[in-house]
């Protein structure tokens, strides 16, 4: 079966400070793909990143980074010194295979809120 | 570049009636997605589309239609609303190249309320 499992509901954090999003997937798959969203109170979805089953690479975006894990079976994320603006809900997604037809299975989300 | 867009952005329905709602992306992708958003479980998905004429069904297809006419376009169908479909609607788009499916860009929503 797959799945993915975002085991932290809410976190609430003090601005600058650090925070880290876990992210753990499911399935037996060999080549699938890894998302993160972050949905804003303003209900849009925004496309954060994308890592494929290959390449366990971690990478960095300003205060972002991503931390791919294929012995964990896990892709979490970090927010480093957060700000007020990061305040959303923050999704983690599977997509697996290589076929054109293959579908996202989303975890159930963490809400974080950065108190000023 | 408008990206993908929803309307209506809110609609309230009463029990039994039916209404269509409309996606648009003009980014040229070959895939387009029809999500529904619950409080606590994240986004399940509905119908979804490979191309132009084609559709097929998700997780929750039940209760909904899709159609496919053309490929920037990817209609919703609700025949007879019921008050378990009341829930954000999300639709989204994708590409797909040679190293695979790429990421889904998502319309802003739809707010349906159904009474």
């Known amino acids: 079966a797959q799945k993915v499992t975002q085991a932290q509901t809410e976190i609430s954090v003090v601005e600058k400070e650090d925070v880290t999003l876990d992210c753990v997937y499911e399935t037996r798959d060999t080549t699938y793909y890894l998302f993160w969203y972050k949905q804003p109170p303003s209900g849009e979805l925004v496309f954060l990143i994308r890592?494929?089953?290959?390449?366990?690479q971690n990478e960095i975006s300003g205060r972002y980074s991503w931390n791919f894990q294929k012995s964990t079976s896990s892709f979490n994320f970090t927010i480093t010194a957060s700000q007020v603006v990061d305040s959303a809900v923050y999704f983690c997604a599977l997509r697996l295979g290589y076929s054109s037809a293959s579908k996202i299975i989303f975890g159930s989300g963490t809400r974080l809120s950065i108190r000023p | 570049n408008a990206g993908v867009t929803q309307t209506p952005k809110f609609r309230v329905l009463k029990t039994g009636q039916s209404m269509t709602l409309l996606c648009a992306q003009d980014m040229n992708h070959e895939y387009m997605y029809w999500y529904r958003q619950d409080p606590g479980m994240g986004l399940r998905l509905i119908h979804y589309?490979?191309?132009?004429?084609?559709?097929a069904k998700g997780e929750v297809p039940d209760g909904y239609n899709v159609s496919r006419l053309k490929k920037q376009n990817f209609l919703l169908g609700l025949e007879s609303a019921a008050p378990s479909q009341t829930s954000v609607y999300f639709c989204a788009s994708s590409t797909h190249r040679d190293r695979g499916p790429y990421e889904q860009y998502f319309g802003p929503g739809t707010r349906l309320t159904v009474t």
């Open positions: 890592r494929n089953s290959f390449d366990e």
């Open positions: 589309s490979v191309g132009e004429g084609t559709t």
